[in-house]
């Protein structure tokens, strides 16, 4: 709890306008009988102790208002340790309060006869002026104790490496992609930014959820407040209550002296982004209910609820359904959650960006590794194509740096990449003769495969992407019909050849972005 000393300037301050409204000298001490503020006769005794055994000492310890109508012949005075040099003649002291615990005393004090009268007159109302400006006080020290846990979240957040918007600015812009359908999220990701609602991010590892996460924070109106990103997946289960809540001093075994705050605490006023939430153990997820529905948290061993503003982000690879259906996650966590959902599909599902990304990764490694921009050759391309990627964006960008750091020449061939993708490249098909021309195939860049197999890669990618935009209703692939100028019987012609466009049920989502997940 704050002292009185904390703020001196405002005691010292107080002094001077009780005294100028009231025409008294004021003296007001602090717990420790220091004196903080005076006026009149005691202005040169400023910071300096005050007498034991007085009037103040009764009032700090019963929390009681004293009156002293007759100093210097009364009980009280002649135990005072400065009675014999008092010059008073009558005194009036309020306790000042914070939290209800006594901090110090204000004194009106008389040093003339009038002045006696007046105080012996008005003791009642003075009295409750004398509150009020107590009250003021209080006001101040509460408010100093808010400023010092103010700072003191922000260096736990420096300390935990918690970084916040002036630290680690993302924006939307810097979350890269075409697909129509990918800019379709990154507009709903947008829009939401300014809200306080929850989110749940769903996507496969390496697809970009924390950075989506950092985007809806620094574009809305916690951007200047702390971004807290928990992975309940990779802290203990032992260690995740209180690392999510705290801790209050000797809560356990080997607990902090003077406790812990929790992630929630230190989020407040900002964002807390709960990636693989999936993996929240089950005896946790009440307590996370609890915070979305209350705006409270409770430290491990406290008693009392702290209020806290934060907004939730969270995230996860995992299907939730399933986890609901086997019972390891609660339903009602889940709608709660779900405010907001937000699905960010895999690399394999949006095949138009990988090669806008591949560049986009050149440059970037290029750059960072201080040699010219290189050139893709249409081989490597084909196997970056080719290649399902389940890592998804962060496999492709450790893919293209591998390629950067071992190219010779002034284009990524296909000897650049990493093995694995090398060993799953298709086998060129050979004629008589055929080793002579397919090495002059490869030396040329041209795509491998027979011409029908060629066309029928084009034809599906095609059809594929009109799919993702327009969708697999009926009155969908009429629009995509007329948009390419063949019958809507020749479009469920060409379907019929891909088992797996033609069995589509829903649109496909197609989202991408750059290099973290």
Request: charged letters at 25%; aromatic letters at 6%; one cysteine or more.
């Amino acid at each position: 709890m704050a002292e009185l000393v904390a703020i001196k300037d405002t005691v010292q301050n107080v002094a001077e306008a009780i005294a100028a409204v009231l025409e008294l000298d004021v003296s007001i001490i602090d717990r420790s009988y220091v004196r903080l503020g005076a006026t009149g006769q005691y202005a040169d005794q400023l910071y300096a102790q005050a007498a034991r055994d007085s009037l103040f000492d009764h009032i700090l310890k019963t929390g009681r208002p004293g009156f002293i109508e007759d100093a210097g012949v009364s009980d009280p005075c002649r135990k005072c340790q400065g009675h014999e040099t008092c010059r008073e003649l009558a005194t009036l002291g309020q306790p000042i309060f914070c939290r209800g615990q006594v901090v110090g005393v204000i004194g009106v004090v008389a040093f003339t006869l009038e002045q006696r009268e007046r105080l012996k007159a008005g003791a009642g109302q003075l009295l409750n002026f004398l509150s009020r400006m107590a009250g003021l006080l209080e006001s101040k020290l509460l408010l100093t104790e808010a400023l010092w846990e103010e700072a003191r979240r922000n260096q736990e957040v420096c300390e935990n490496h918690i970084s916040s918007s002036s630290l680690s600015p993302l924006s939307f812009n810097d979350i890269l992609g075409q697909d129509p359908a990918f800019l379709a999220a990154k507009e709903l990701a947008w829009r939401v930014a300014s809200s306080t609602s929850t989110v749940l991010i769903r996507g496969e590892s390496g697809t970009g959820k924390e950075m989506f996460a950092r985007a809806i924070h620094n574009a809305g109106p916690r951007a200047e407040r702390p971004f807290v990103a928990v992975n309940c997946a990779s802290i203990p289960e032992s260690l995740l209550e209180s690392e999510l809540f705290g801790y209050e001093a000797g809560a356990f075994t080997g607990a902090r002296k003077n406790g812990k705050v929790g992630k929630f605490e230190l989020a407040h006023g900002g964002t807390i982004f709960l990636d693989e939430i999936s993996d929240l153990p089950l005896h946790l997820q009440p307590k996370i209910l609890r915070v979305l529905q209350e705006r409270q948290v409770e430290r491990v061993g406290g008693s009392r609820p702290i209020p806290i503003d934060v907004r939730i982000i969270a995230a996860t690879k995992q299907d939730l359904e399933e986890l609901i259906a086997a019972r390891s996650f609660r339903s009602d966590l889940y709608y709660r959650l779900n405010v907001i959902p937000l699905v960010i599909p895999p690399l394999r599902e949006r095949r138009g960006d990988i090669l806008f990304l591949t560049r986009f990764f050149i440059s970037k490694y290029c750059r960072l590794l201080e040699r010219p921009v290189l050139d893709l050759s249409a081989a490597a391309a084909r196997l970056l194509l080719d290649h399902t990627w389940p890592g998804n964006v962060r496999e492709l960008e450790n893919a293209v740096e591998y390629a950067v750091n071992l190219a010779t020449g002034p284009a990524i061939t296909p000897e650049d990449l990493p093995p694995y993708l090398r060993a799953k490249a298709k086998p060129v098909l050979k004629k008589a003769g055929g080793s002579e021309a397919a090495g002059a195939v490869a030396a040329a860049g041209l795509p491998r495969g027979t011409l029908d197999e060629l066309l029928s890669a084009y034809e599906r990618d095609i059809l594929s992407r009109y799919l993702a935009v327009y969708g697999t209703s009926a009155e969908a692939k009429a629009k995509i019909a007329s948009e390419l100028g063949i019958s809507l019987a020749t479009l469920y012609r060409h379907l019929g050849k891909y088992r797996d466009l033609s069995g589509r049920t829903k649109p496909a989502e197609g989202y991408s972005q750059t290099c973290e997940g």
